[in-house]
């Protein structure tokens, strides 16, 4: 199976966010991330970009997800 080049783009945009996610949290506690509102920001919006990704993945080829 050949992915759209779209799709490709946008998946490797989703495990850039992923891998920002476990960057960000890598050396904290979760009582450090519920106790640091910046990151509990930063983290919730890769999860955002994740969701935008993937949608934008599936919309550009059905058969990558």
Do not use: P, Y
Request: hydrophobic fraction near 50%; charge should be negative; glycine fraction near 4%.
């Amino acid at each position: 199976m050949k992915l759209k080049r779209e799709a490709l783009k946008r998946l490797l945009d989703a495990l850039q966010a992923i891998q920002a996610i476990e960057s960000f949290t890598a050396h904290h506690s979760l009582v450090d991330f519920l106790d640091n509102e910046l990151l509990q920001a930063g983290v919730e919006r890769k999860f955002e970009v994740i969701g935008e990704a993937l949608k934008l993945a599936h919309a550009a080829d059905h058969s990558c997800l």
